[in-house]
Each structure stands twice: as C-alpha cells, then as structure tokens.
C-alpha cells in the first residue's frame, strides 16, 4: 500500500486546511485510515481515523474543529480542518492499518501545517 498525501501549507489562526490522501496497491486489505501528527520535539500523536465504513474517531484536541472522512471508491481519505490553533502545527501523516487479523501500519511522507499567530 502506498499513501499519497497532500494539502499542507501556511494559514493565519483561525483558519482551515483540508488533507488529503490517497491511497493506491492493494487498497482493499486496508482496514482503517487515518491521521497523525508530530511537532517538534513531540511524540507522533493521532489525529483522527476513519473506517471504510465511514465511523471515525478524533483526538479530544481537535474535537469541534476537524473532521475526517473517506471517499472508499477513490481510496482517499481526508482531514479538514477548521479554527486551527498554532499548537496544530505539526507535521500531518497519514496512515493506513492493512490486514485482517493482524494489522501493519503503512505511513505516507507527511505534510506540513504551519499556523501562524
């Protein structure tokens, strides 16, 4: 499985974003989706996962401001984010869990939201 992300970039407080990430190989092994985020100095913490089915789960960071939401025939799953914060600056990855018993984490190259005061 190979993860294409995109969407990162520079916005005022307050304003949005929207990620994006497509997914491409053998996209139906892939069991849920999902977004993590590091900044520096920080540990990798997650963001938001959604399943193929659609339900999805958000760190209590971000609850009320980002949502997350998959496109299952395009393999894409996406991250818009709303009010951001500057402690949203971080670098955004996107990941998939592929298998069925047993899971393997596949992680995309990370996008960089940078949100200025």
């Known amino acids: 499985v190979q993860l294409q992300a995109s969407g990162g970039g520079l916005v005022q407080t307050g304003g949005s974003l929207r990620l994006s990430c497509a997914a491409s190989?053998?996209?139906?092994?892939?069991?849920?989706m999902g977004w993590y985020r590091q900044a520096p100095g920080n540990q990798r913490e997650l963001v938001a996962t959604?399943?193929?089915?659609?339900?999805?789960n958000l760190a209590d960071s971000v609850k009320g401001r980002f949502t997350s939401s998959i496109d299952s025939v395009k393999n894409t799953v996406y991250l818009q984010m709303n009010s951001l914060k500057p402690e949203d600056t971080a670098v955004y990855y996107c990941?998939?869990?592929?298998?069925?018993?047993?899971?393997?984490?596949?992680w995309g190259q990370g996008t960089q939201v940078t949100v200025s005061s």
């Open positions: 959604v399943t193929r089915g659609g339900s999805t």
């Open positions: 190989g053998s996209t139906s092994s892939i069991h849920v």
């Open positions: 990941n998939a869990k592929v298998g069925y018993s047993q899971f393997r984490d596949y």
